[in-house]
């Protein structure tokens, strides 16, 4: 009885749900008006003023802000969690503020971060149909570098990821995988945001 009704779904949402798998990041609020964006190194999408990058020096990064913006609590995980596990995915081991760092003399930017999406799927739909695209979690973080002293901002980029917990069997009834799903795809773009900055900046995480 049950593999026929795995196959029952499969077949009814195939299509639809691999087209879903391949989605870009999306549109919100928070990137009005921004300049034509380009792939980045570790990151979906980034725009940077590579003329202000070249004239100042930046030897640390620091984290300002970071929010939600239109998102709501969703079942067992609030927005002040998920807020609370990027700023700690994003942050230095041990620093309070410092995301990055050279160590020497320099000018200070702001990092700036926005989660835009947080949806953590269907721990059930996942179970039947995980491999196919069915129930993911999903998540989308924008995020801004500033310059602390002039306020002008530096770059600008958006990481939209999503997991299924398929490879490590997260999912079975009667558990909600969403949660553990949630924190690590926040951790995981965390990760690519230190990257994708030192890349851009030319700074060693200290």
Known sequence: ???????????MLGISIL????????????????????????????WFDEGLLKVNHYS??????????????????TIDEAVRWLREA???????????????????ATLELVITELNPGSTAARFWAGEFGAGHAWVQVEGKLIDANNHKLLAYFV???RKSGVATLRN????DSGP???????????RKIK??????LYVQVR
Do not use: F, W
């Open 19 to 46: 087209a879903g798998c391949a989605s870009p990041p999306i549109r919100s609020d928070y990137s009005q008006d921004m300049q034509p964006l380009r792939e980045g190194k570790h990151l979906d999408k980034v």
């Open 172 to 175: 079975s009834r009667g558990y």
């Open 195 to 200: 990257q994708e900055i030192e890349t851009m």
């Open 159 to 161: 990481e939209r990821d």
């Open 90 to 108: 994003t942050l230095s081991p041990g620093a309070d503020a410092v995301v990055l760092s050279t160590g020497g003399q320099g000018q200070i």
């Open 1 to 11: 009885m049950l593999p026929l009704m795995r196959t029952v779904i499969l077949t």
């Open 60 to 77: 640390e990064v620091q984290l300002g802000i970071v929010q939600g913006l239109g998102i709501s609590n969703q079942t067992n995980i």
């Open 180 to 190: 553990g799903l949630i924190h690590d795809i926040i951790e995981d773009i965390g």
